[in-house]
């Protein structure tokens, strides 16, 4: 796996556990969350990790 993919492996089972654990983890801390919100913020984390790879030709 290239650093990309495990970045978003990552990014995946962090929101994953985060849908998950929300109703009884997150609700306590931030009542008006729900999983729309979580969809968006790690959405955007998506955006900010900068890639590893410089070169463009090896996108494929």
Known sequence: MTYEEKIIAIVFASTAFYWITRSFLL??????????????????????????????????
Do not use: E, H, R, Y
Request: aromatic share 8%.
């Open 27 to 60: 609700n306590k801390i931030f009542p008006q969350i729900d999983d729309i919100i979580i969809a968006i913020l790690f959405a955007l984390v998506l955006f900010l990790i900068p890639s590893k790879t410089k070169d463009k030709k090896n996108i494929s």
